[in-house]
């Protein structure tokens, strides 16, 4: 306790126990019992910064949850950078092991309607990414199967190739949906596009168990 409030304590008892609390000469009494004691002095109270402290700290902590929204809004797992350009001309084929050789070759024929379209032409390499990872993400979310995506050949035959082309052959493969993918027939752009068959998501299994479930009728 600082000696102040101490003595203050001290002088109070001591009055009380002669009889004098506080009462009508409580004023007189408590300047002649305080009399050469020193009052503390009190350290200045912190001052809240002005409009200009406020606004940097806005500003910070807006900074701050915007950089945590993109931390969960991007999920995007496709890689950004390091992949190679293809020749122009150069024919994108993949499958993943256990795909019928029955249904690459209607997928490579064409012989798929695409129920989706997705143009990638004249976009930045990061914008494509993005893209393509919605597309895919949201058709297979949607059911679909099959989709056509075109990137493009590049500027001319004979020089760096195209670097679309090269990422959308790298990106196909990172994609967990994705179970082939080939170049399109010349109709539907050739080596500038390519077939996409996706696997068969929860929701379209199910459904597909329905219909299956429906069709039947029991034997006589």
């Given amino acids: 306790m600082a000696w102040s409030g101490l003595w ?23 300047r002649d019992e305080m ?15 002005g409009g200009a402290g406020r606004q940097r700290d806005s ?21 950004d950078g390091g992949i190679e350009p293809l020749d122009a001309w150069y ?29 990638l032409h004249r976009m930045g390499v990061e914008q494509a990414r993005r893209e393509l990872y919605e597309f895919v993400t949201e058709a297979f979310q949607l059911g679909l199967r099959s989709l056509l995506v075109v990137h493009g050949k590049g500027r001319t035959a004979g020089d760096q190739g195209s670097i679309l082309k090269g990422c959308v052959d790298h990106w196909l493969r990172e994609l967990d949906a994705v179970q082939a993918f080939h170049s399109a027939q010349p109709q539907h752009g050739g080596t500038g596009a390519v077939y996409v068959l996706l696997r068969k998501s929860e929701s379209a299994k199910q459904a597909t168990r329905e219909q299956f479930s429906r069709g039947r009728s029991p034997t006589e």
């Fill in 59 to 79: 500003s910070l902590a807006q900074r701050r949850r915007a950089a945590v929204a993109s931390a969960v809004a991007d999920r995007n797992t496709l890689a």
């Fill in 8 to 30: 203050f304590t001290v002088a109070i008892i001591a009055n009380c126990a002669r009889g004098v609390c506080m009462g009508e000469d409580d004023d007189s009494l408590f």
């Fill in 35 to 49: 009399a050469g004691v020193t009052p503390l002095e009190h350290e200045p109270r912190a001052h809240r910064r």
């Fill in 91 to 119: 024919v994108s084929s993949w499958k993943r092991p256990g795909i019928q050789h029955g249904v690459f070759r209607r997928l490579k024929q064409g012989r798929y309607e695409s129920q989706a379209r997705l143009d």
